[in-house]
């Protein structure tokens, strides 16, 4: 997952984010971007449903000592929205591992609650907007990836957007959109940072 070409944007996000900010991630891999977000000061809740991404994930939360900032979630992103705004216990959320001993109750993505920011590293971001924008609190920031023929960047990831924030009544402004990489011949790995209102 350590490919090179996301550098800049990894070194990118741990600049971004606000000390004590909350942080969804939905697809936090081995902790691309949440182990720099928490290094900063953010509170993450890091969700990943691959069982070896997520073993990796909680180990490299520990070697960067960042316990107290990150509460991952073995889940499907989905899930840990819904179990989290509805105050369920959903399948998600019980598949929770601790990354090791007591720690006090630390911020995620708890009963009726949204956090500030939402991590969307992944090419197939798009199909979970309406999950995203469930748990963006008003005026709170989406960073949607996207792999995008070139002749649509960066119309497609920003209509995407457009038609996820109408679809839930909310306005969107767009605040940034940048390449992050090539993803393959013709297609560009891209991002757009948007802030829902
Ligand atoms: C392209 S990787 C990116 C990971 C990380 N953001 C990075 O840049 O290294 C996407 C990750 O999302 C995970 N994933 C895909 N769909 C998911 C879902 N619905 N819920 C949670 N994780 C998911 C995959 O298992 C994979 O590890």
């Given at each position: 997952m350590f490919s090179p070409g996301n550098k800049a944007e990894r070194a990118r996000m741990g600049e971004i984010v606000n000390q004590g900010e909350r942080v969804l991630d939905m697809f936090a891999g081995i902790g691309y971007f949440t182990l720099p977000m928490a290094r900063a000061g953010a509170q993450v809740t890091a969700v990943e449903r691959n069982p070896t991404a997520f073993r990796y994930l909680v180990e490299n939360v520990r070697r960067n000592g960042v316990d107290d900032r990150v509460r991952p979630y073995r889940a499907d992103c989905r899930d840990v929205v819904r179990a989290g705004l509805s105050g369920a216990r959903g399948r998600g959320t019980e598949e929770r591992e601790a990354t090791g001993g007591e720690r006090p109750e630390?911020?995620?993505?708890?009963?009726a609650e949204t956090v500030d920011r939402v991590m969307m590293?992944?090419?197939?971001?798009h199909e979970y907007l309406d999950a995203a924008l469930a748990a963006l609190k008003p005026g709170g920031v989406v960073h949607m990836h996207e792999a995008t023929p070139e002749a649509l960047v960066f119309d497609r990831p920003v209509e995407r957007l457009e038609a996820a924030a109408a679809d839930a009544d909310r306005s969107m402004e767009v605040l940034e959109t940048h390449k992050?990489?090539?993803?393959?011949e013709g297609v560009a790995h891209v991002v757009v940072d948007a802030r829902i209102t």
């Open positions: 630390s911020p995620g993505l708890g009963e590293g992944y090419y197939e971001a992050v990489k090539g993803y393959s």
